[in-house]
């Protein structure tokens, strides 16, 4: 809607004010005071001070053009008076008075067409406004259209080759290891599903909080966070399937998230974050089930193998280590590093003879679950996954204050 400001109404009324008095005051003294006949200016058959006010009123409408009928009338009043005429009869006479009705008519009738133009004018201006933001938004729409046929087109042709892709490498998940298994996911789902961010966090249900444990890409989602109810990851919780929520690109919630789940128990959740584009398709979401439906299978297997390695890998009692099989780990986490830039830090330290029983009293309940700890007859390692380089100094600091007595640094 066209609508002027209080600086723009001020500006047409002083140019209409200062307008009126102009014109109205040339010809006063060019038809008055430099005429030799005075006495016919205030019979003039057409006025030329009628004509002022019609321009007066074709330019600025009815209300303003009032300027114009109160400097006519003056200045027709003053002629008057040179004259040397009775005012009284000025009123009385409608020989007189007749041309300051014919001022005040001409003004409102001739500003009432220009008033009628005007809104018109405005009304065609927001029409063809309202017609262009129509366009844009129905160009807008037809990229995206062409785009989705475009991506349905290919997926169509594609559909055979990639669902025969994915389940060759959906079915080597089974003899991978846990750790494997989670890089291995994520990258399925970069190769088959237009994402920018993804994501697989953690999940304790005793304390009901979520933790990230692999990231790609940079999201919205805080590294750590408690499960509030009526959340998205509450939905999920509750529905025990994956879920598609609405495209949110203000706020923290995922387009898609399915559970991890082994042995009927939620042990985290696989997030997509952002789409690469801004359509949802049900081609992507179906895919990301098949994935995640996959994922839940070999974790079950893997978790299984994983506890009957870890009768020989791990300290008997404890939660550490042995090195060797530490090693491992460390080694998927440089993999992570490399293929997704997922930061860790990692410190070692010369533990002088102390015994595992001893280094697992010092730890329980000071360092996270998710945080990976090894040692040797000599030596003793921490991993703390997902964690930014610059915390080391507040990991040394801690360190410190948990294990006494040994100098940490990384590795």
């Known amino acids: 809607m066209n609508i002027k400001t209080k600086g723009e109404i001020k500006g047409r009324s002083f140019y209409c004010f200062a307008e009126s008095f102009i014109y109205t005051g040339l010809v006063y003294f060019i038809f008055f005071y430099l005429s030799p006949f005075k006495h016919g200016f205030l019979e003039l058959n057409l006025h030329p001070l009628l004509i002022v006010v019609a321009v007066i009123s074709m330019r600025y409408g009815t209300y303003l ?11 027709y009043f003053l002629a008057y008076l040179n004259v040397e005429r009775d005012p009284i009869i000025f009123f009385a006479s409608f020989e007189y008075s007749k041309f300051i009705l014919m001022f005040f008519f001409t003004a409102l009738f001739i500003g009432k067409l220009r008033d009628s133009t005007d809104e018109k004018i405005i009304h065609m201006e927001n029409e063809i406004s309202r017609l262009k933001k129509g366009f844009t938004r129905q160009k807008r729409n037809n990229i995206k259209l062409t785009f989705t046929n475009s991506r349905l087109k290919n997926q169509i042709i594609n559909s055979k080759e990639s669902i025969l892709t994915l389940h060759h490498l959906t079915s080597s998940l089974d003899k991978m290891g846990v750790e494997e298994i989670f890089t291995k996911t994520i990258l399925n789902i970069k190769q088959f599903i ?8 953690t999940y304790n249900s005793e304390k009901n909080f979520a933790r990230l444990k692999l990231k790609v890409g940079n999201g919205r989602l805080p590294s750590f966070f408690q499960i509030e109810e009526g959340e998205a990851h509450k939905q999920v919780i509750d529905a025990r399937e994956a879920m598609a929520f609405p495209l949110d690109i203000e706020g923290d919630t995922p387009v898609y998230i399915a559970p991890v789940v082994t042995e009927g128990k939620i042990i985290g959740f696989i997030n997509v974050e952002r789409l690469s584009f801004s359509i949802q398709e049900r081609y992507t979401f179906e895919m990301f089930k098949v994935i995640s439906h996959w994922l839940n299978r070999s974790l079950v297997r893997a978790i299984k193998r994983q506890h009957s390695e870890e009768v020989e890998n791990i300290y008997e009692g404890t939660r550490i280590l042995k090195m060797d099989y530490f090693n491992k780990r460390l080694e998927e ?15 070692e330290g010369n533990h002088r003879g102390a015994a595992p029983h001893e280094l697992h009293r010092m730890i329980e309940g000071r360092v996270r679950d998710e945080d990976v700890v090894g040692m040797d007859d000599r030596m003793v390692r921490f991993i703390f996954p997902a964690t930014e380089v610059h915390n080391k100094g507040l990991l040394l600091d801690k360190l410190g204050e948990v294990i006494e007595g040994i100098d940490f640094y990384e590795i």
């Open 333 to 347: 986490e440089n993999n992570r590093k490399k293929l997704f830039k997922m930061e860790f830090l990692a410190f």
């Open 194 to 201: 237009d994402c920018d961010v993804i994501s697989i966090y």
């Open 65 to 75: 053009s009032t300027f114009g009928v109160i400097f006519a009338t003056f200045f």
